[in-house]
C-alpha cells in the first residue's frame, strides 16, 4: 500500500491542464522540451534505415535470381532492404492514426497523451536492444516490425501535443523547432553511428546507443512537458473512434487533404534517396563497409546541416511569404538536387547535388508542421496528426518496393550503379508531383 500510495502521490506532480484552459505562449526552452522527443525519433531513424539496417542486410542475405516462368528478377540487398523498411511502414501506417485517436478520446489523470508515450518508449527501449542482438534477416524482421509498433505508439499521441500546447500565433515559430530537432538528432545519429562504425565490429554497440537517446529524450517529455487532460466525452463507440481514425472528411477539409498528398510525394523523394545512399556510394565506388559507412554519415550528415541552419529561419519567412510558397519552393530545389544527382561522377559533386537536396528538406520541415496544424480540427488534433503520418509512413511504403526492385534488376549485381542513377530520375518526377498536387491547396486556419 505505501508503494501504491507513493505512486500515485508521485504521478500527482507530473504536469497537467485542462484542455478548457488556454494555451500560454512557450518559451525558448519550452519548445526545445516539446521539441526533445523529434532529436531522439530522428537520432533513431535516420541512421538505423540509413546505415545500420542497410549492413545488417548485406550480412543476413546474398544475392538471388527467382525464375517467374516468363522471366526472372534479382533479388539483391536493395529488395531485401526494402522488405523489411516496407514492412515497418505498414505497421506505421496502421498503428498511428488508431493510437492518435486513442489519445484524443482518452481520460487518463496525469494527460491524454503521456500513458502512451511511456509506453511506446519502453518498447522502443526494449526492441532496439533485440535489433542489437539478432543474428539472421527474419530475426531482424520481427524485431524491426515490433519496434515500429513501439514507436509508433509514442508518436501519435506525441504528435498531437503540438496542437494541445502551441497557440495559434506560434505555430510557425513551434514548427520551427520541430523541424530542427528533427535535423540535429539526424546530425547527431549519423556523427556517433558513422564514427562507431568505423571499424565493423562496432555495429552493435552503435545500435545500443539507440534505446540509450530514446530513453532520456522520453522521460525529458514525460516529465517536464504538461500534458491535456480532457474533460469532454465522445458520443460514438472507442471502435468507430479507432475506425474513423484511418479517414478523414477530405470534403470539408480538402486543403488539408491535398496537402497530405503533395506531402506523401515530396517525403518518398528523401526517403528513396537516403534509403539507398550506403549501398549506392559502398557498390559505386567499391568501398568496403566501414569505409562507406563513414562517407555515407558523412554525406547525410552535412546535407542535414545545411537543412538544420533552414529549419527556424524558413518557419519565421514563412509567416511573411506563406507557407505554401516556401513548400513549393522545398518541391522545385528537391528536384534540381535530385536531377543533378543522376550526373554526379565523384563523392565530391555528389555531395554538392546532396546538399541542395539538404536545403530542400530544410524548407519543407520547418513549415511543414506549421501548415498541416492550420488545417485540421483542433478538437480531433491527435486523430489528424496521426493521419498525417499514413503519408509519412507511407512514403516508404510506396518508394522503396517501387525503386529496389529497379535499382537490382538494372545493376545485375553489385558491381554497376546504372539502377541507382535511374532512382535519382524517378526521385525527380515525385518531387514534381508533390509541386503539382500543392497547387489545389489555400493557406486557411481551421478551428
Known amino acids: 500500500m505505501p508503494t501504491a500510495t507513493g505512486a500515485r502521490g508521485f504521478l500527482s506532480r507530473l504536469p497537467v491542464r485542462l484542455d478548457s484552459d488556454p494555451r500560454q505562449r512557450l518559451s525558448w526552452r519550452g519548445l526545445l522540451t516539446l521539441s526533445a522527443f523529434w532529436f531522439a525519433i530522428a537520432y533513431v531513424m535516420q541512421p538505423l534505415g540509413g546505415n545500420i539496417l542497410p549492413i545488417l542486410v548485406a550480412r543476413f542475405t546474398h544475392p538471388t535470381t527467382v525464375n517467374l516462368g516468363l522471366g526472372s528478377i534479382s533479388l539483391d540487398v536493395n529488395t531485401y532492404l526494402a522488405v523489411l523498411d516496407t514492412v515497418g511502414a505498414a505497421f506505421a501506417v496502421v498503428w498511428q492514426p488508431a493510437i ?5 478520446a482518452s481520460h487518463f489523470s496525469i494527460g491524454r497523451r503521456r500513458p502512451f508515450i511511456a509506453i511506446g518508449v519502453v518498447g522502443d527501449i526494449i526492441f532496439l536492444t533485440l535489433i542489437g542482438l539478432v543474428t539472421s534477416y527474419w530475426a531482424l524482421l520481427v524485431a524491426y516490425a515490433f519496434f515500429q509498433m513501439a514507436s509508433n505508439t509514442a508518436q501519435g499521441p506525441y504528435q498531437g501535443m503540438l496542437p494541445d500546447q502551441i497557440k495559434d500565433d506560434q505555430r510557425a515559430e513551434a514548427s520551427g523547432y520541430y523541424g530542427m530537432m528533427n535535423l540535429v538528432g539526424t546530425i547527431f545519429g549519423f556523427v556517433v553511428v558513422g564514427a562507431l562504425l568505423i571499424p565493423t565490429h562496432h555495429l552493435r554497440i552503435a545500435i545500443f546507443t539507440l534505446p540509450v537517446v530514446v530513453a532520456i529524450a522520453g522521460a525529458l517529455v514525460f516529465f517536464r512537458v504538461p ?26 477539409y480538402r486543403d488539408f487533404a491535398w496537402l ?26 567499391h568501398y568496403s563497409e566501414g569505409k562507406a559507412s563513414l562517407y555515407s554519415s558523412a554525406l547525410q550528415a552535412i546535407v542535414v546541416v545545411f537543412a538544420a541552419v533552414l529549419a527556424l529561419t524558413a518557419g519565421f519567412l514563412a509567416e511573411r511569404y506563406g507557407k505554401k510558397r516556401l513548400v513549393a519552393a522545398a518541391c522545385v530545389i528537391g528536384a534540381v538536387g535530385s536531377a543533378l544527382l543522376i550526373f554526379a561522377p565523384n563523392l565530391p559533386l555528389i555531395l554538392l547535388f546532396g546538399i541542395i537536396v539538404g536545403i530542400s528538406l530544410g524548407i519543407f520541415l520547418s513549415v511543414d508542421w506549421a501548415f498541416m496544424t492550420d488545417l485540421i480540427p483542433k478538437v480531433e488534433a491527435g486523430r489528424y496528426m496521426g493521419v498525417s503520418n499514413i503519408a509519412t509512413a507511407s512514403a516508404g511504403l510506396i518508394a522503396r518496393p517501387i525503386l529496389a526492385p529497379i535499382i537490382d534488376a538494372f545493376n545485375q549485381g553489385r558491381t554497376s550503379s546504372v539502377g541507382y542513377r535511374i532512382m535519382f530520375g524517378i526521385v525527380t518526377a515525385f518531387y514534381l508531383v508533390a509541386l503539382a498536387t500543392l497547387l489545389p491547396v ?6
Open 260 to 285: 497530405m498528398v503533395s506531402r506523401l510525394f515530396f517525403l518518398m523523394a528523401p526517403v528513396g534517396i537516403g534509403t539507398f545512399a550506403l549501398n549506392f556510394i559502398r557498390y559505386t565506388f
Open 442 to 447: 489555400r493557406e486557411i486556419k481551421v478551428e
Open 227 to 252: 500534458d491535456v487532460r480532457t474533460m469532454r466525452r465522445q458520443d460514438r463507440p472507442l471502435g468507430r473512434s479507432i475506425f474513423l481514425s484511418f479517414a478523414i472528411d477530405a470534403k470539408t
Open 100 to 104: 492518435g485517436a486513442l489519445s484524443d
